[in-house]
């Protein structure tokens, strides 16, 4: 079980709904790890609350999918299937290139400044090769392009998909063979936006998604045949 996750209280949520929130963070951003059992004593005492909201929290992230139910074994987190990763990034294909291309019409001058030091400050996590470091930089990147869209429901669209794309997010970052790419893909995008350059925008945001599957698809592949031979 990982030790470094922690529950923030808040007064403003039920005691569940913060276990839930904290359980669930865990799971998006690998801390709680595929295939990881979910202990509810372990649990509870790891987050100094009683089982009844560890249960509760399980339940609940069993009908988000994100734990199933294994006969005479009990809770567990999901694992990251390649059918659950197409269905997520076919989605996110589509809102990114209508992201990048409203972003040709729309981003103004201090956004586009913003655009060009994420790029800058992404190659630079790359070379930190911490993957939480790098995912953040990611994430800063892309919010920047979003925002600048104006769109609010395609915001909130695009932030309740992040949620689940941390869980790939770890995946193709752990690919130290693509982040060159990465960051080369993030300047095409940039430099298209610059131009007001729709067609190559979304052209270059939906290369950035189909390279980010390949990589991840070989990543969730190379566990598998791991897992095999460790049985």
């Known amino acids: 079980m990982g030790d470094n996750f922690d529950m923030t209280m808040d007064e403003f ?30 649990l509870a005492n790891r987050l100094g609350v009683s089982r009844t909201p560890i249960r509760e929290a399980i339940r609940k992230l069993e009908l988000e999918g994100l734990v199933i139910m294994i006969p005479r074994r009990g809770a567990e987190v999901a694992q990251i299937t ?102 080369d893909e993030h300047r095409m995008i940039y430099e298209s936006i610059v131009k007001h350059d729709k067609e190559g925008a979304a052209r270059a945001a939906k290369l950035h998604i189909d390279n980010q599957e390949k990589s991840i698809i070989r990543q969730i592949r190379l566990e598998q045949d791991k897992t095999r031979s460790d049985v």
Do not use: W
């Open 13 to 42: 949520l039920p005691l569940r709904d913060v276990v839930f929130n904290t359980l669930r963070k865990a799971i998006l951003t690998g801390e709680l790890k595929p295939g990881e059992r979910l202990m509810e004593i372990h």
């Open 82 to 183: 390649e059918k659950s990763l197409k269905d997520v990034l076919e989605v996110r294909r589509a809102l990114d290139a209508l992201c990048v291309e409203l972003a040709c019409d729309r981003i103004d001058e201090e956004a586009t400044e913003q655009l060009k030091k994420a790029c800058e400050e992404f190659e630079s996590a790359t070379e930190t090769k911490d993957a939480t470091i790098i995912a953040k930089a990611d994430v800063e990147l892309h919010d920047i392009i979003v925002k600048a869209t104006g769109n609010q429901r395609l915001i909130q669209l695009i932030n309740n998909l992040s949620e689940q794309m941390y869980r790939y997010r770890f995946e193709y970052i752990k690919d130290e063979n693509r982040h060159d790419n990465l960051v």
